[in-house]
């Protein structure tokens, strides 16, 4: 089976690929084969049909499509295990046919993919759906060529540089008189190649004129550079406290794990951009944003205000930065994926996010409580009351009372001071005889406090 | 216990939600229910006929608890009793209710009753009579709103029950029974 071929790739739950770390999204196809050409084919190299191709800095992941998230299993093959990259080929046949795009991948022995394989096999990339098959062919040789995962140390599948072949020495390695030229394309001898060279300094030249002007590329590559010292710097707290806790004071330990909230915040180091998801985007941010909001949507007790999550997101995705119509938009998605939260818009137009397990039933018992003690039988509750018992925002407990206040729980009193909550005594009091008193209930012992000697 | 007067409140006057129109709408047909209770109850005690929504209404605030109705919420309750045949507005902007805390028919044999019982059968009364005489006195009639009397005294009439007379002047009007 292809699980053996290909390694697999573990999905979080709401079907994002885990990344390995550093790992960054650059490019994604919808709708896409993979398949290997070579015939007869004594590898079982597996034939997945119409998936999601998402291109890494590290490796080409095979994911299933949205549309059909159950069929089988994700999967990868390691930029490392790639030992050469067809370029396009324009022909009639091409211009008809869906584009395809040809790379070899190094297999063990036993039928593996891996760096340092014996024997090779061609697969094939055929892009059924719209998705620009050049830009991602130039994108993919920029990953290739740029060894990413060697900054890690070795990845899985890659042991060491020795064992990888001629290709990728060369590609490291202009100079090195390989077939291949640093771009892949097949160097040129002679004459046409000292003019080719002539004609590939001026465009270095231009090239890198334009890019003095880009600064907010210059800016991008920084970014990763601060989410990885961001990263150091969690580390470091997060040995530190484990061996010094005895040691440090509490409120030194208070400003650690204020730091250590605040570095921790700063998760996403491969952000879900329209650059690199195209018409994907929202389905993928949507996934994305499932994965992230699950930590604040606990921490903040299974309802979140749609406001706050827009600025954490924001601040953990740093510089890629989404508008708040996308937010919207991937939270409305998530009923497609069954997502296991959802977005809720209350009747004065609040929108929040809500845990599919939070129940009102929980808040509203909380409420009661609450209106019940003889201080608030005395005076009332007001949000701010509520916003501290329940451990949420002011603005998300008048929500809350203002929802228990519908079902009937409550009832207000509007005067000069603002509006109170008073537990709902109409439905105690009897109908037939206005001054009768039961014994027992909320009304006689809101009675209880309020005509206490 | 809080009184006002001699009116004795009920305990839930001091409830400051009370006095605040409830949005939801089964809590507001409560607060409705407890208040059409309250003014009938009051109304009938103390012998109150006429509820201005613009002038002081010892019903309508509760200095206890400094909580005091809107006009939109003294509208919304004294609406509620008009709906329920326990009320009339007497003029077209709301200004002034009628307070039936008994139905017009209802004030129509509380007349015939009364005539019965002071031997009136086939005799004749002043209108003065009825509302400040003796005969009245300790009955719902003592000092029965005029418009009240009126439209009672009309119904009889339409059946026949009896007979009003004009005098010289308003004070001099009569009725002649006829059971």
């Known amino acids: ?453 | 216990m809080q009184k006002l007067g001699e009116f004795k409140l009920p305990h839930f006057f001091n409830y400051p939600p009370y006095f605040t129109l409830q949005p939801v709408r089964d809590t507001r047909e409560k607060q409705i229910q407890l208040w059409k209770d309250l003014i009938l109850d009051y109304c009938k005690t103390q012998k109150v006929f006429v509820i201005g929504l613009e002038e002081e209404f010892p019903l309508f605030s509760n200095p206890v608890i400094e909580r005091s109705l809107t006009h939109e919420a003294r509208e919304t309750f004294l609406a509620a009793l008009v709906v329920e045949g326990r009320a009339e507005w007497m003029d077209k902007n709301h200004r002034k209710c009628l307070i039936l805390w008994h139905r017009i028919q209802e004030w129509a044999e509380i007349l015939v009753q009364f005539a019965r019982d002071n031997g009136l059968e086939d005799g004749v009364v002043t209108i003065e009579e009825i509302r400040f005489g003796t005969e009245s006195q300790g009955t719902d009639l003592q000092g029965i709103d005029r418009t009240i009397l009126n439209r009672a005294l009309k119904i009889l009439e339409q059946k026949g029950k009896l007979v009003v007379f004009k005098g010289t002047s308003t004070d001099d009007e009569g009725v002649k029974f006829s059971l």
């Open chain 1, 1 to 453: 089976m292809s699980g053996n071929f290909l390694p697999a790739v573990q999905l979080t739950e709401s079907g994002r690929p885990v990344l390995q770390p550093n790992e960054i999204e650059c490019f994604y196809l919808s709708s896409v084969d993979l398949l290997s050409e070579d015939e007869p084919s004594s590898i079982p190299f597996p034939h997945l049909k119409s998936r999601l191709l998402i291109l890494t800095t590290h490796r080409l992941l095979c994911l299933p499509n949205s549309s059909s998230p159950n069929s089988s299993g994700a999967f990868a093959v390691p930029l490392a295990a790639i030992s050469h990259i067809f370029s396009h080929k324009k022909s009639i046949k091409s211009m008809f046919a869906s584009p395809r795009i040809r790379f070899q991948v190094s297999l063990t022995p036993d039928g593996r993919v891996s760096g340092n394989g014996s024997r090779s096999v061609v697969a094939t990339i055929v892009v059924r759906g719209k998705g620009d098959c050049d830009a991602f062919l130039t994108k993919f040789w920029e990953n290739w060529r740029a060894r990413a995962w060697e900054d890690d140390g070795p990845a899985p599948g890659s042991s060491s540089g020795s064992a990888f072949g001629s290709n990728s020495a060369s590609a490291s390695a202009p100079a090195s008189s390989g077939i291949y030229s640093s771009d892949g394309t097949v160097r040129m001898v002679g004459v046409a190649g000292i003019l080719r060279k002539e004609q590939e300094m001026w465009e270095s030249t231009d090239k890198s004129l334009q890019d003095a002007f880009q600064d907010l590329n210059a800016l991008m590559s920084k970014a990763k550079e601060m989410v990885m010292l961001a990263e150091k710097m969690r580390q470091k707290l997060l040995s530190g406290s484990t061996s010094q806790t005895n040691a440090s004071n509490d409120e030194e330990m208070g400003t650690k794990e204020e730091m250590q909230d605040w570095l921790l915040s700063v998760g996403i180091i491969s952000p879900v951009t329209k650059e690199s998801a195209g018409a994907m985007y929202h389905q993928q941010l949507s996934r994305q944003l499932a994965d992230f909001v699950k930590v604040p949507l606990e921490r903040a007790g299974g309802i979140v205000n749609l406001i706050d999550i827009y600025c954490l997101f924001n601040r953990a995705r740093g510089t890629e930065l989404i508008s708040p119509d996308d937010l919207l938009k991937a939270c409305l998605l998530w009923e497609k994926f069954d997502a296991p939260m959802f977005l809720r818009k209350f009747d004065s137009g609040v929108m929040v996010i809500q845990n599919k397990s939070h129940s009102d039933e929980e808040v509203f018992s909380k409420i009661k409580v609450l209106v019940t003690k003889p201080e608030a039988l005395r005076a009332g509750i007001s949000a701010s009351d509520a916003a501290r018992t329940l451990g949420v925002a002011p603005a998300m407990a008048k929500e809350h009372l203002l929802s228990a206040e519908s079902m009937g729980l409550l009832c207000r009193d509007t005067s000069l001071d603002g509006i109170r909550f008073y537990i709902n005594l109409f439905t105690e009091i009897d109908q037939d005889d206005m001054h009768l008193v039961k014994d027992h209930g909320v009304y006689a012992s809101w009675i209880r406090v309020n005509h206490a000697p």
